[in-house]
């Protein structure tokens, strides 16, 4: 079994940081050289792209609502992923998911987790 387990959500006020973190378990994935990404929906919306990173922390992508205040990152040996986010916004309130890509390109997740609550009061 894959599990991928989200951590460091809350309430924050507009213009404070959050980091978030997603741990990887299970060997299916666990062995392979995946991506990582993020991804986040508000309530009544669609489900966005946030970011991603490569096994080797390389070809990190972000969305453009948060490139320059989200910082993705990644400790491959720990199989954690980290998104450091500032500046936050209200409208950056959202469940944020982590999502991996075991073909390590990036661009098809096919493992998720079952997503942090961010809240950002104005």
């Known amino acids: 079994q894959v599990y991928l387990t989200e951590s460091g959500g809350g309430l924050v006020q507009a213009g404070d940081s959050l980091r978030l973190s997603c741990t990887v378990s299970?060997?299916?994935?666990?062995?392979?050289?995946?991506?990582a990404g993020w991804f986040r929906q508000a309530p009544g919306k669609e489900r966005e792209f946030v970011a991603s990173?490569?096994?080797?922390?390389?070809?990190?992508r972000y969305g453009n609502s948060v490139r320059g205040r989200f910082t993705i990152s990644i400790a491959s040996h720990q199989h954690t992923t980290y998104l450091q986010m500032n500046s936050l916004k209200a409208e950056d309130t959202a469940v944020y998911y982590c999502?991996?890509?075991?073909?390590?390109?990036?661009?098809?997740?096919?493992?998720w987790g079952r997503g942090t609550q961010v809240t950002v009061s104005s």
């Open positions: 990173i490569r096994w080797r922390g390389s070809n990190m």
């Open positions: 299970g060997d299916t994935l666990r062995n392979t050289a995946y991506a």
């Open positions: 999502a991996a890509d075991s073909s390590g390109r990036g661009s098809n997740f096919d493992y």
